[in-house]
């Protein structure tokens, strides 16, 4: 245990006492208490109410808030200062670094000593000023990383909408048979996880696709632009559908397995126009809708692999099928379906097929429009929880 003496020699080389004479010293540290801590224990809790300082004599004291470190306070520093004079809650939890011993002086006994010691009296006010400063100035750099982090997701997500397709896509072949597309992507965060898009392929073909990253932020966005430059320079060299989905495959498992454990599912299709087959694969998505114009029902374009960062190494399989004039496809992801209501209901899969199905006649930017506008209408200002995309191709001759 420290002495009174140890005690008068340790407090004046604090900042709060400093300047002090030895007499007013003497009566500070008669009442001061002495406290031992072991390594990680609690000296005070957030929020809690606040009615002593605590002085580090040996050790370290670290300051924290919801598992987040604000600050380590070392020997001759205070810690709850403010509670000596206000008996709020406390700003933070605290709780020792290894062997500690503290000085405890309680809100009762300060209020004892400065009733006749106007020494005592500035230096608290000082400190409290000074702290004062600090906490503003710590404040306004909190707002300003706050808004360089806002600019940078505002930038980010201005880069993402610009990879998608900047307008409708209408492709047509000699022989006057065409597709026509309308595609419409919105993130449920500044930067999202969703990713369509339209491919102009050799020998009168387009390509499709849409995929999801799991998740949302800039991290999802982050792999969406790496998906885009990987399908980009795949289709250059080789744009069928095993190698497409392998080379995807192979750099979202790369991704992955290096940064963190995001996974992407992606429908790849490819629609010949001379021959009117529809070729795909779907690793995982959400299975696309093929309304048969001649039969007038939705058939699924159904194809089972697993989503794109899951496995090093998967076969591709190809499913094909036959498509006529009047045919409508809807691409989509689950932010469709999943979206809800304010009871928690969600809109569901039928309600999006009876709305196909109730609207062939629209062009597809009018279809999608539709659907759109019934998903807003029975969320009824919802917050959205995630990332909302569709795309409607529409098949002519």
């Known amino acids: 245990m420290l002495s009174i003496a140890e005690k008068i020699s340790y407090l004046k080389r604090t900042e709060l006492f400093s300047g002090m004479s030895a007499a007013a010293l003497k009566i500070i540290a008669e009442v001061t208490q002495e406290i031992h801590l072991a390594n990680d224990e609690t000296i005070f809790h957030h929020r809690e109410k606040g009615d002593a300082?605590?002085?580090?004599?040996?050790?370290?004291?670290?300051?924290?808030?919801?598992?987040?470190?604000i600050v380590r306070v070392g020997k001759n520093r205070c810690v709850g200062e403010m509670a000596v004079i206000d008996e709020g809650p406390r700003s933070g939890s605290a709780s020792s670094v290894g062997d500690t011993r503290l000085l405890r002086l309680s809100r009762d006994d300060f209020y004892n000593i400065t009733q006749d010691n106007a020494k005592l009296l500035?230096?608290?006010?000082?400190?409290?000023?000074?702290?004062?400063?600090?906490?503003?100035?710590?404040?306004?750099?909190?707002v300003r990383e706050r808004e360089r982090v806002m600019q940078d997701l505002i930038r980010a997500r201005e880069m993402q909408i610009n990879m998608l397709p900047a307008s409708d896509f209408c492709f047509e072949t000699d022989d006057s048979s065409c597709l026509n597309a309308s595609g419409y992507c919105y993130p449920a965060e500044e930067v999202g996880g969703d990713y369509y898009d339209y491919l102009c392929l050799p020998d009168n073909k387009v390509g499709l696709v849409i995929g999801d990253v799991m998740g949302h932020g800039f991290h999802t966005g982050l792999l969406v632009a790496m998906a885009k430059s990987c399908l980009q320079m795949q289709v250059k060299f080789d744009h069928s559908i095993p190698s497409v989905m392998s080379a995807m495959n192979d750099m979202v498992?790369?991704?992955?397995?290096?940064?963190?454990?995001?996974?992407?599912?992606?429908?790849?299709?490819?629609?010949?126009?001379?021959?009117?087959?529809?070729?795909?694969?779907?690793?995982?998505?959400?299975?696309p809708y093929h309304y048969r114009a001649g039969k007038g029902r939705i058939d699924m374009l159904e194809s089972d692999a697993c989503p794109l960062?899951?496995?090093?190494?998967?076969?591709?399989?190809?499913?094909q099928t036959k498509w006529d004039e009047g045919d409508i496809f809807a691409l989509y992801?689950?932010?469709?379906?999943?979206?809800?209501?304010?009871?928690?209901?969600?809109?569901?899969?039928?309600?999006?097929?009876?709305?196909?199905?109730?609207?062939?006649?629209?062009?597809?930017?009018?279809?999608?429009?539709?659907?759109?506008h019934e998903v807003d209408d029975f969320c009824l200002g919802t917050i959205q929880a995630d990332d909302v995309t569709l795309v409607i191709i529409k098949m002519g001759t």
Not at 54 to 69: A, K, L, S
Not at 257 to 262: A, D, I, K, V, Y
Not at 281 to 287: D, I, K, P, R, V
Not at 309 to 319: I, R
């Open 53 to 69: 300082a605590y002085f580090v004599v040996d050790g370290e004291i670290r300051v924290h808030r919801d598992n987040i470190e």
């Open 122 to 142: 500035q230096n608290v006010i000082k400190i409290l000023l000074r702290k004062l400063r600090r906490e503003t100035d710590r404040e306004i750099e909190i």
């Open 253 to 287: 498992y790369g991704f992955v397995h290096s940064e963190t454990p995001l996974f992407m599912t992606f429908c790849y299709i490819i629609v010949d126009l001379l021959d009117h087959t529809v070729s795909f694969c779907n690793a995982g998505h959400s299975y």
């Open 309 to 319: 960062g899951m496995l090093g190494f998967q076969d591709y399989g190809v499913s």
């Open 333 to 372: 992801t689950d932010g469709i379906f999943e979206a809800e209501n304010e009871d928690g209901e969600q809109f569901g899969e039928e309600r999006l097929k009876h709305l196909v199905m109730g609207n062939v006649h629209l062009t597809p930017d009018q279809l999608k429009e539709a659907i759109l």
